[in-house]
């Protein structure tokens, strides 16, 4: 089950954090891994490493922001099974406390960022008849969050930009489905911590994972098995829908 051989599968954000776990999980599944990042060490990290445990994988440089760098990263892969919308970065504000250039940082990463890999990747899926798409949401997008405005604004629109994809595409073969993870322990968590809390870090990382009715953080790894299973052919009858991966936090905190 759950096997990718001969798939050609590419992931924005590959190179740390859950991104970087689902290359690492593709290539063990048989995937060629196309390790796209705005971070060129990061990719080669990551590609590396799958090449050392026997997959296969292609590093890519790339700013997710700018259109025809993406377009000419996809047409060079060429066929493209499988696209990962990983990229993406964070913010703490309110309505009233977040700066206009914050909040274009906010769209052009994550809301253009992704509409331009999903506008480089869909005619290409179109030529083959074929392929499957899985966006990053975030519990942000469904409940509120203090001090997230433009980030939860910006993950409604994936959420919104999912279903719409998935709407307009199906007859042209191409599933598209979006998750919402929880808070998931990456190294943006410590940095924040750091940052934030100097010498407070375990006490505020505690405080953080018991946000979550389970008790803890996700792992990077626990949110790859879900994106593998709605990337495989198992999940073919499933199509424009969420998941939540979030410990509970949706459901038994309200």
């Given amino acids: ?100 250039q914050d909040f274009d940082r906010i769209v052009s990463v994550n809301i253009k960022g992704v509409y331009n890999s999903l506008f480089a990747a869909i005619p290409l ?24 405005f433009a980030y939860s604004m910006s993950k409604g629109a994936v959420y919104a930009m999912t279903m719409s994809v998935a ?15 929880g808070r998931v322990h990456t190294p943006f968590v410590d940095n924040f911590l750091a940052k934030n809390y100097p010498g407070k870090e375990a006490e505020m990382y505690e405080k953080l994972s018991k946000t979550q009715p389970i008790g803890r953080m996700a792992t990077p790894a626990e949110i790859g098995y879900l994106i593998l299973y709605l990337c495989s052919e198992e999940s073919s009858f499933v199509t424009g829908s969420d998941y939540c991966i979030d410990g509970g936090f949706v459901k038994l905190n309200t």
Avoid at 126 to 131: A, T
Avoid at 133 to 139: K, T
Avoid at 168 to 180: E, K, M, P, Q, V
């Fill in 1 to 100: 089950m759950f096997n990718l051989s001969g798939k050609n599968a590419v992931i924005t954000g590959a190179g740390s954090g859950i991104g970087r776990a689902v290359a690492l999980l593709f290539g063990k599944q048989g995937a060629a891994v196309h390790v796209v990042d705005i971070s060129e060490e990061n990719a080669n990290h990551a590609a590396a490493e799958i090449i050392e445990n026997g997959g296969q994988a292609f590093p890519y440089t790339c700013d997710v922001t700018n259109q025809s760098q993406v377009v000419e990263i996809y047409n060079q892969v060429g066929r493209i099974d499988i696209l990962v919308n990983s990229a993406g970065i964070s913010h703490i504000g309110k309505a009233d406390t977040t700066s206009a």
């Fill in 125 to 148: 899926m179109k030529q083959q008849h074929g392929g499957v798409i899985l966006n990053m949401s975030s519990v942000a997008a469904i409940v509120g969050l203090a001090d997230r």
């Fill in 167 to 181: 709407k307009d595409y199906i007859n042209d073969g191409i599933r598209c489905n979006c998750i919402s993870p």
